[in-house]
């Protein structure tokens, strides 16, 4: 069984920050890549941004240059660094993990930006 745990949500004003981390624990066995994804009402879930073990980074186009995705191996434990929040960055942020052995997801974290 592999748990992930999420924190870092909140409520925010435009143009502020935030920063989400995930906590992988458990059975965790080879894993390729972690990373956040994210839901809005009424709206698909999207990538936002993902990373290997290896460090290569992958980021939704929308989002690049505002949101940096970081991971600390040793802990298991991926960050979301997100700056100049928009309105309509307002979601649910859920935490990925992509193993081997299968794929596993947070509970997650509200985001919401408004002043």
């Known amino acids: 069984q592999v748990e992930l745990v999420e924190s870092g949500g909140g409520l925010v004003q435009p143009g502020g920050s935030l920063r989400l981390s995930c906590a992988a624990s458990?059975?965790?066995?080879?894993?390729?890549?972690m990373g956040w994804y994210r839901q809005a009402p009424g709206k698909q879930r999207e990538l936002v941004a993902t990373?290997?073990?290896?460090?290569?980074?992958n980021y939704a186009d929308s989002l690049k240059g505002r949101f940096t995705i970081s991971r600390d191996n040793a802990k298991n434990t991926v960050y979301l660094q997100m700056n100049s929040l928009k309105p309509e960055d307002t979601a649910v942020y859920y935490c990925?993990?992509?193993?081997?052995?299968?794929?596993?997801w947070g509970q997650g974290t509200q985001v919401t930006v408004s002043s």
């Open positions: 990925n993990l992509a193993s081997y052995l299968g794929e596993y």
């Open positions: 990373i290997t073990s290896g460090g290569s980074t």
């Open positions: 458990g059975r965790i066995f080879s894993i390729y890549a």
